[in-house]
């Protein structure tokens, strides 16, 4: 049965519940005045109820007897017995037609004609008075035939919820410590048996209290388009609204919590998003506004989507306002990107109406929006296209009390992370983590990314130390999208927590979000992350996004040089391979590798790999005893395992390799720190050691050579796009790319497809095969076309 | 008007904080202690399955010396929050024998903050303290 059904068949019951005893007091009292009200009241809802629903005899009924009722409180009649049985005979239809809803089953048959017509004052008729009484016996045998049908749903308040479920916390508790005792004491195979099922039950149990609390998000929805009905009559505008995923369910209090910021966005796009209809049929539009609202759950979090088929945020509008209030400067707004422009209304202060409506009021607004996503551990953001409309996305967590975390410890104490922040967990020992420090400040390069590092020791002042190779690192993602580093002593495990509030003098440090009880009954502190990151600055603020994004351009063009890998071979020699290569760094047992005459293989998480770096001939390789690193090598399709002795660190190199005179396993020698470091040849190892499966042979990309333009921007797209970059001059190609203002004749003969790039957009629109430079997407969809013309 | 109140040793003084006001009296396992939390959270411990905030009563009034631990602990409840103080003593429930009435020239710095007045009872005048105030911290205070 339809939820919203329920809801009204359970009130109508309470109801009736409550006033049988007022029903027989007025039927003996019928001068009652308290009592008729409460009866009239019921008739009352149960009329308004049926409105709602498609029950046109339910609510005839209702309709009468009301009106009648509202005679006698008007002292137009007179209440006297015969009115007083034909009341009652509605509300035992009434009673009746609510139990066959409930059923599910049709509607009773008969006219309901007749105990309408006994509520009219000259009804006399002596059949009616039969008709009216035969169908009160009717309704009392049926009463009596189904029996009296227990409630299928029950309200409770929250608070009893809440107990059970630390009851079963208690429980589950009680349980873990039985469970230390019992493995104390030893195998006892009459115990273990029930205990076992002990505590299969119990994890039922506790799955069952979680969902009690659940609610489906259409309890947020219900309420939502009469608020856009009233909100678009005040402003002229016309708007439908759609929902979607209404069965998502997600914890009651968090429903509580994200009313009031979703109820914002909606009237944020009604007042601002959605035009008026003469204006929306000017621009092309349908004159009635669109707006939807989309659920969906991905995990232990939800996603909501809020879009409006408005006029979209105006980013130079918002861009101004922004340095009119003093948020940015226009130096610092120009070198933002349209993304982060929009982003500036979720700043305190800045509010994009021109006038304050009573709507929408004035500056307090999305900052507040943002401030109460955040506080339940979600996040929001927005993108928009202007004349399109506007598309709010908010990512909460499914519920408030349990959240899934991450358990750290420093010097002993653990400390709980929620997950929704971790991105990646390394260890300080990896080689693709380095620390640096610069003054005070820890920092961290992970795979190539230069990242602020807080060590948690630093951050609760226990015993505090400078980040090092011996903690393990928690990468922290914030809502804003800054990344950080956090190093602590140990990572234990990742547990599903419930998190109860702190006293409020623990919760002034700023640094803790909760506490929780660990399985083994030692209360642990959740970390508030946000606020930790912005005490220490990492939080970058408006001012700083620019600043940062120019940094972010320069590393990029820095980065335009070759990373390397490098290593010490199991003969000793200084080497280093292109990082972009190596997928993985492993450790394997010496008794993991098969080496013979013509075949070196190595076994990794149960797998036979090729092995490499054991010298040419692999009859004299000498495998070393105990654990021996390898390289996963990977060219995206196949990987190679490379055995090293020792892994050194990785290097940018941003001069050319000098050649490798014949060796042609190199691809040429580096310098690195003044030393000469060979590079091994990936290309050629992979060719070499291709592996019996054939991988699909990549299309091949022929790109004009000794163009700084080409090496450096178009060849990696042209990578990405799923080519190989033409490396021999011999070599077929199956597309060609060519550079049409350098006036080189193409030769075409040998690619099926040429793409033409030019540096003058104008041209490039004059021909169908051209392309201009900086045009990415027609570039890669021209890239496209030549593979699928390829494979057709 | 007569009101159960326990009492308490703290920093050798006899005080006493209502007895309706004590959910129960524990012995205190582990404190695991809370960086960068005020002086006087001694830090959480677990009583069946929640948390307790463990408040240092000698920090929290000033007082210098440690509190030993050992003793056992009031569990009070203040605003949804639980508490276990952290004293010197708990001595034993008795009935207060007069009104809440104040003591010319205050009961001195420290103690004049939490203060809520002075009753007589068998074991001679004691200081009523109001645990909301005690909980609250010095710094609280001072705010």
């Known amino acids: ?792 | 008007m007569r009101e159960l109140i326990v009492i308490l040793d703290i920093a050798g003084r006899r005080v006493a904080i209502p007895a309706v006001e004590v959910q129960s009296v524990i012995e205190l396992d582990d404190i695991y202690p809370v960086p960068r939390a005020p002086g006087y959270v001694a830090g959480l411990t677990a009583m069946r399955s929640q948390s307790l905030t463990v408040i240092d009563c000698r920090k929290a009034l000033g007082q210098d010396g440690t509190t030993e631990r050992g003793e056992r602990s009031p569990v009070i409840e203040v605003d949804g929050h639980l508490y276990a103080l952290l004293v010197d003593g708990v001595d034993d429930v008795v009935e207060t024998q007069s009104d809440i009435t104040p003591v010319a020239g205050g009961f001195g710095k420290e103690w004049e903050h939490v203060a809520q007045g002075m009753v007589e009872t068998d074991r001679g005048p004691t200081l009523l303290i109001d645990i909301h105030k005690l909980i609250g911290g010095r710094t609280a205070i001072a705010a």
């Open chain 1, 1 to 792: 049965m339809d939820d919203l059904l329920a809801e009204f068949v359970a009130e109508t019951r309470e109801m009736l519940e409550a006033i049988e005893g007022e029903l027989v007091a007025w039927e003996a009292e019928p001068s009652d005045r308290a009592r008729l009200d409460n009866i009239f009241r019921f008739v009352h809802t149960v009329k308004g109820n049926c409105g709602f629903f498609d029950f046109p005899r339910l609510e005839k009924l209702s309709h009468a007897a009301e009106g009648v009722l509202a005679e006698v409180r008007a002292g137009r009649r007179h209440a006297d017995s015969r009115l007083v049985s034909a009341v009652l005979a509605i509300i035992d239809r009434i009673t009746q037609m609510t139990t066959a809803i409930e059923a599910g089953e049709e509607l009773p048959e008969g006219s309901d004609e007749f105990l309408i017509a006994a509520l009219e004052g000259d009804a006399s008729d002596v059949g009616e008075t039969v008709a009216m009484h035969s169908a009160q016996e009717e309704a009392e045998t049926k009463t009596t035939d189904t029996g009296p049908q227990a409630p299928r749903s029950i309200r409770l308040p929250v608070e009893l919820l809440d107990r059970v479920m630390s009851g079963v916390s208690d429980m589950v508790l009680a349980r873990n410590d039985l469970a230390r005792r019992l493995r104390d004491a030893g195998n006892e195979p009459t115990l273990d048996g029930p205990f076992e099922r002990l505590s299969g039950i119990l994890s039922d149990v506790r799955e069952a209290i979680t969902k009690m609390r659940m609610q489906r998000i259409e309890h947020l929805y219900n309420a939502i388009p009469r608020l856009v009905r009233d909100l678009s009559t005040e402003l002229d505008k016309q708007v439908m609204v759609d929902f979607e995923g209404g069965d998502v369910e997600l914890d009651r209090e968090m429903i509580e919590m994200i009313r009031d910021p979703v109820t914002h966005l909606i009237r944020n796009a009604i007042d601002h998003g959605i035009e008026k209809p003469s204006e929306r049929l000017k621009s092309g539009k349908r004159e009635i506004g669109m707006l939807a609202i989309a659920a969906r759950q991905s995990g232990n979090r939800i996603t909501i989507v809020i879009s409006d088929d408005g006029a979209g945020l105006n980013a130079d509008k918002i861009g101004k306002k922004a340095v009119a209030s003093g948020l940015v400067s226009q130096k610092e707004l120009d070198a933002m990107p349209p993304e982060s422009v929009t982003d500036l209304i979720f700043e305190a202060g800045l509010s994009t109406a021109d006038e304050v409506s009573a709507v929408s009021g004035r500056g307090v607004g999305m900052d507040v929006v943002r401030a109460n996503i955040e506080k339940i551990g979600g996040t929001i953001t927005v993108s928009s296209n202007p004349g399109e409309g506007t598309m709010f996305f908010l990512q909460i967590p499914l519920t408030l009390s349990i959240i899934s975390a991450l358990t750290v410890s420093v010097d002993g104490q653990r400390f709980a992370i929620p997950q929704s922040y971790v991105e990646e967990i390394a260890h300080g020992a990896s080689a693709s983590v380095e620390f640096s420090r610069v003054g005070e400040t820890d920092l961290v390069t992970f795979r190539d990314r230069r990242l602020p590092c807080l060590t948690l020791n630093n951050v609760l002042g226990v015993k505090p130390r400078a980040a090092g190779w011996d903690q393990r690192l928690v990468l922290l993602r914030l809502g804003s999208g800054d990344l950080f580093a956090l190093a602590v002593d140990k990572i234990h495990d990742q547990e599903d927590l419930v998190i109860k509030p702190l006293a409020p003098a623990v919760m002034q440090t700023g640094t803790y979000a909760g506490t929780t009880l660990l399985d083994d009954g030692s209360p642990v502190l959740m970390l508030d992350i946000p606020t930790i990151a912005s005490e220490n600055g990492l939080v970058s603020d408006v001012r700083a996004r620019p600043a940062q994004a120019n940094i972010t351009e320069k590393t990029a063009v820095e980065e335009r040089g070759r990373t390397l890998m490098t290593f010490v071979g199991l003969d000793g020699k200084r080497r280093a391979i292109g990082m972009e290569l190596v997928a993985r760094i492993d450790q394997v047992p010496d008794e993991a590798f098969a080496v013979d005459d013509d075949r070196s293989q190595v076994v990794v998480d149960g797998n036979i790999m090729t092995l490499v770096g054991v010298g040419n001939k692999a009859a004299n390789a000498e495998i070393p005893t105990g654990n021996v690193k390898l390289l996963r090598l990977s060219d995206s399709e196949r990987e190679l395992a490379y055995a090293v002795a020792e892994l050194g660190e990785s290097v940018v190199i941003t001069e050319d390799l000098a050649s490798p005179e014949s060796d042609k396993n190199l691809e040429g020698v580096a310098l690195i720190e003044g030393k000469p470091v060979p590079v091994v040849d990936g290309y050629r190892l992979f060719a070499k050691h291709g592996g019996a499966a054939t991988p699909v042979e990549k299309l091949v990309c022929r790109l004009p050579e000794g163009d700084d333009w080409v090496d450096r921007m178009l060849q990696p797209l042209v990578a990405a796009a799923g080519y190989r970059v033409a490396s021999d001059a011999d070599e077929t190609a199956d597309v060609t790319i060519a550079l049409a203002d350098k006036a080189e004749t193409i030769e075409a003969s040998d690619a099926s497809h040429v793409i033409k790039i030019h540096s003058d957009p104008d041209a490039a629109a004059a021909n169908d095969d051209s392309v201009y430079r900086y045009d990415r997407a027609a570039l890669e969809n021209a890239l496209r076309k030549a593979r699928i013309g390829d494979r057709s």
